[in-house]
């Protein structure tokens, strides 16, 4: 592919199609629709303040076990005759999450805490601005199922997407199917890459048509790394931001102090409880920094998948 002319290499972005969308054909009517899976999941996290402070950054996780994923979040019994796991490993890449509920919790540490799920967006905010998907109050029992995340899958833009590209998302988009060449202004783009549609919807706005353009190995478009750049940012922009896939591989469930309070730091302004003297406030501390505690939680997940 020639190098491109400048009006392709800087296109009027806000002027740009990003997908061919088709906006009178309902979601329902749409073939090939994803599989819903909903699950619950147990959750629990135990150990004393001190232990957490001396593990540092990985203290309070939980996470499923090592080849357990398919298990975990169901896809074992979603599908009659099973899913090789290497199958299974590429599929959650591609989850998009629909809802996420916390159907209860019991927290029996003497501080709040707040808390993160590493593939969902925070929307709680504590006193220092720091953002958790969800708080706990202090030597608490809550048994009010919360929604704690939630998105609209059902958005044209989301379901023909999740229909033409399953196995593109936000973070793989400027490398799944895209060859990276060392010291070159540009890359070898999948000819089925969604950036490739993208220039072909907008030809006349980029002043050249893509499939006027050698095809290499009969796979590959040659594409400057500045329009993948730019293409790749507005597909984020415009479609990505409504399409909500997450890794599944990597969940992760995490607890954290408010404030950013280190675990070890625990003084009488922490505690509701009243002392005579500071000896006694300060066997108290003690205690509670040794004994062992847990958080508990039941998690509703629903998601869907394209197989």
């Known amino acids: 592919m020639s190098q491109p002319n400048n009006h392709m290499m800087n296109p009027a972005i806000g002027d740009m199609k990003v997908a061919n969308f088709s906006s009178d054909i309902a979601p329902e009517n749409i073939t090939s629709q994803p599989t819903i899976i909903r699950r619950r999941i147990y959750v629990e996290i135990s150990g004393t303040m001190s232990n957490f402070k001396v593990q540092g950054e990985s203290a309070a996780t939980w996470k499923p076990r090592d080849d357990k994923h398919p298990d975990v979040f169901g896809l074992t019994d979603a599908f009659e005759n099973g899913m090789e796991y290497n199958t299974s490993v590429n599929v959650l890449k591609n989850a998009m999450m629909r809802s996420v509920k916390m159907v209860e919790y019991k927290n029996t540490f003497p501080v709040p805490l707040g808390v993160s ?18 708080t706990a109050l202090p030597n608490c029992t809550n048994s009010t199922p919360q929604v704690i995340y939630e998105t609209d899958g059902s958005s044209i833009e989301s379901v023909e997407w999740r229909k033409k590209y399953p196995q593109y998302n936000e973070s793989n988009l400027q490398s799944e199917g895209v060859l990276e060449i060392k010291q070159q202004p540009y890359v070898f783009v999948d000819k089925d890459h969604p950036v490739i549609d993208m220039m072909r919807l907008n030809k006349e706005l980029l002043s050249a048509n893509i499939d006027d353009h050698e095809l290499f190995d009969g796979k590959y478009y040659k594409v400057t790394k500045q329009l993948m750049s730019t293409l790749c940012n507005t597909l984020r922009t415009k479609v990505l931001d409504k399409v909500t896939y997450r890794d599944l591989n990597s969940f992760q469930i995490q607890l954290h102090r408010l404030n950013r309070k280190a675990w070890d730091k625990l003084g009488r302004e922490d505690l509701d409880e009243h002392f005579e003297t500071p000896e006694q406030a300060k066997t108290k501390i003690q205690q509670l920094l040794v004994k062992p505690h847990k958080y508990m939680a039941r998690l509703e997940l629903e998601y869907e998948i394209q197989t």
Do not use: M, Q
């Open 117 to 134: 799920i590493s593939c969902l967006t925070p929307d709680e905010a504590a006193e220092n601005g720091d953002r958790f998907v969800a």
